[in-house]
């Protein structure tokens, strides 16, 4: 069981930029598909971005795409997600998970066994 914890979140202003990271221990996180999951208050869970186990490939929800990056350090065992132009349907709780699973989609919340503690970004004037 991996062990992931996130850092990074904070106040930002409306089209302001933070950058999320997700440490892992406890595996290694080439092994699993890695998501990052967001939830608004009141509202449901949801996909933002992943990185597929067998592939390697990114994906993202359109909500995200052409704002929101993600990149992969499996030297230091961390996943980064970089979000720009940020706007105030961004802020939620924002979450790192792993999973081993195959699937075209990886943004399947169930697929998904392991989660960190989350991190609050708001974005507001």
């Known amino acids: 069981q991996l062990q992931l914890v996130e850092s990074g979140g904070g106040l930002v202003q409306p089209g302001g930029s933070l950058r999320l990271s997700c440490a892992a221990s406890?595996?290694?996180?080439?092994?699993?598909?890695i998501g990052w999951f967001r939830q608004a208050p009141g509202k449901e869970r949801e996909g933002v971005s992943c990185v597929r186990l067998d592939d390697r490939k990114y994906l993202y929800a359109e909500s995200v795409k052409g704002r929101f990056a993600v990149s992969s350090d499996y030297v230091n065992n961390t996943i980064t997600l970089q979000m720009n132009n940020l706007k105030p349907d961004d802020t939620a709780v924002y979450y790192c998970?792993?999973?081993?699973?195959?699937?075209?989609?990886?943004?399947?919340?169930?697929?998904?066994?392991?989660w960190g503690q989350g991190t609050q970004v708001t974005v507001s004037s």
């Open positions: 998970a792993a999973g081993r699973f195959w699937a075209t989609n990886c943004m399947i919340l169930r697929g998904y066994s392991d």
């Open positions: 406890g595996g290694r996180l080439d092994y699993y598909n």
